[in-house]
Each structure stands twice: as C-alpha cells, then as structure tokens.
C-alpha cells in the first residue's frame, strides 16, 4: 500500500507503533536482564549497529525497503535505544571514573557499532554482485 493515500500513511503510523512496542519492550526486557549501565550500552551499541546497517545497506543495495527502514529505524530502533536513560546514567554517576565509563562507552561503542553495520551492508552488497 503506498504512503501517499491517507490509509497508507495511517497503515505507516500503525506499523511504526508496533515497530517501537517491540523496540521498548525489548529494552525492558534487557533491563530486567543486565544491570542498568550495561543494559542501556547494549541496547544503545545494537541500536547503533543495525542502524548502520539499515542507512549503509539502503546506500549499497536498496534491499530493504524504505517502508521497512523507516519502521525499523523510528518504530523498533529509536524504542529500543535510548538517549534520555544515557543522559541520566551521566547525570547521576557516581564518580568521575564511572561517568568517563558510561560516556566513551556509548560513545566510542555506538560509533564502532555503526561502522560494524557498514561492514555488514558492504559485504551484503559484494554477496549481492555475485549473484
């Protein structure tokens, strides 16, 4: 169904909404799993990987549709990570050693994580030429 009928924008709107339903409850469900700080640095770094893929892999191979990117990236993925729960984590760090922790962790995890996907798409891609 295409997005440029209103039913189709509404059918959008729905699978976004599920897409961040299974997104959050996957996160609360890492949560009851893994203490806080790792939790959140999971699903940050996994977030940001597939995330990587999904942008790199729309660039190489179109594969994935944009329907699909879309309920991925803004329904399941930006459910699944979190900026708000890192910013608090910061915030209420108990001392200078676990605040460097949580930052470069997210950080330099989150950025590896994106190039990680890249990695994947690109092979997707030369898997795709040999076809």
């Known amino acids: 169904m295409s997005t440029d009928t209103i039913l189709g924008r509404l059918e959008l709107l729905a699978l976004i909404g599920i897409g961040g339903f299974a997104g959050s409850n996957l996160r609360y469900f890492t949560l009851g799993v893994l203490p806080d700080e790792l939790a959140l640095l ?3 770094v996994l977030g940001s990987t ?3 893929f999904l942008v ?3 660039q190489y191979t179109g ?7 879309i309920v991925f990236t803004t329904g399941f993925l930006s459910s699944l990570t979190t900026y708000s729960g890192f910013a608090f984590q ?3 760090a108990a001392d200078p050693l676990a605040l ?6 997210n950080y330099a995890l989150g950025f590896a994580g994106v190039l990680v ?3 994947v798409a690109r092979i997707t891609r030369k898997r795709g030429d040999r076809s």
């Open 42 to 44: 999971v699903v940050n």
């Open 50 to 52: 597939v995330l990587g």
């Open 56 to 58: 790199y892999e729309a």
């Open 63 to 69: 594969f994935v549709d944009r329907k699909s990117r």
């Open 90 to 92: 910061t915030a209420t």
């Open 100 to 105: 460097g922790g949580i930052v470069v962790g």
């Open 117 to 119: 996907g890249r990695q």
